[in-house]
């Protein structure tokens, strides 16, 4: 397999449908599950990277508008990107932050989202965090999503984790490579397929038994108090 960002309908050749349909399965449960859940989570997480500020802004308005959260967790971007710049309070500051306190910045280069991810966990455990949102691209949020459940899943450590995809336009051209969101999907469900096979994402199975803990165990969260019972 060479998941790559753009990928052709012949670089799907040998994978079955059974994949397909457990993929679609598992894009569809973690795209819709609530995210009015993220205003009352402790954590908001955004994964940087391919030039997307728009990244950034979203993470930053939602702190901002919601005092109830605890932590802000940035985490750092690829240098091999043409588009990488280094994240500092200064340029989070010119997107609209004004509560740094709480706000974490991976300070090491994470060149992909294994080490995103990694790094993540380990907030999580240092800073004791029992709830998060993700915040990415849409086109991205699935696997990133899949990612974090692996790593936390590998450490013993089990969370409710929310989507919350950026805001932005699918046909919006991605800095990086001027690939609109339309043309990277593709991209992201092969890697998540090849993924699965080394490991390194969550399996369909490993997400269903997640998500039946995550309704069963954290309804309130999910859908508010008053229709939990």
């Known amino acids: 397999m060479n998941p790559s960002r753009i990928v052709r309908d012949e670089d799907f050749v040998g994978c079955s449908a059974s994949q397909f349909l457990e993929l679609l399965k598992a894009l569809t449960m973690i795209l819709t599950l609530p995210q009015s859940a993220a205003d009352h989570v402790e954590a908001l997480v955004v994964l940087t990277g391919q030039g997307e500020e728009w990244?950034?802004?979203?993470a930053i308005?939602?702190?901002e508008a919601n005092p109830k959260l605890r932590h802000l967790l940035v985490a750092n971007g690829n240098p091999?990107?043409?588009t990488y710049t280094e994240i500092t309070l200064d340029q989070l500051r010119s997107l609209g932050l004004r509560r740094v306190e709480g706000v974490h910045v991976q300070a090491e280069p994470a060149p992909n989202t294994g080490r995103q991810a990694a790094w993540v966990a380990d907030q999580v455990q240092a800073r004791g965090i029992t709830s998060?949102?993700?915040t990415v691209s849409p086109y991205h949020l699935a696997r990133v999503y899949l990612t974090v459940l692996k790593t936390l899943t590998l450490r013993g450590m089990r969370l409710p984790i929310i989507p919350l995809p950026?805001?932005?336009a699918p046909d919006t051209p991605?800095?990086?490579t001027g690939a609109?969101?339309?043309d990277l999907v593709p991209g992201e469900a092969r890697r998540i397929l090849a993924y699965v096979a080394e490991g390194w994402v969550a399996t369909p199975a490993?997400?269903?038994e997640y998500l039946r803990w995550l309704w069963s165990r954290h309804r309130a969260l999910l859908v508010g108090p008053d229709l939990a019972g």
Request: no cysteine.
């Open 55 to 58: 990244r950034l802004g979203h």
């Open 61 to 63: 308005r939602t702190w």
């Open 80 to 82: 091999a990107e043409k």
């Open 132 to 134: 998060l949102a993700l």
């Open 166 to 168: 950026a805001a932005v």
């Open 174 to 176: 991605v800095p990086e």
């Open 180 to 182: 609109t969101a339309y």
């Open 206 to 208: 490993e997400l269903q």
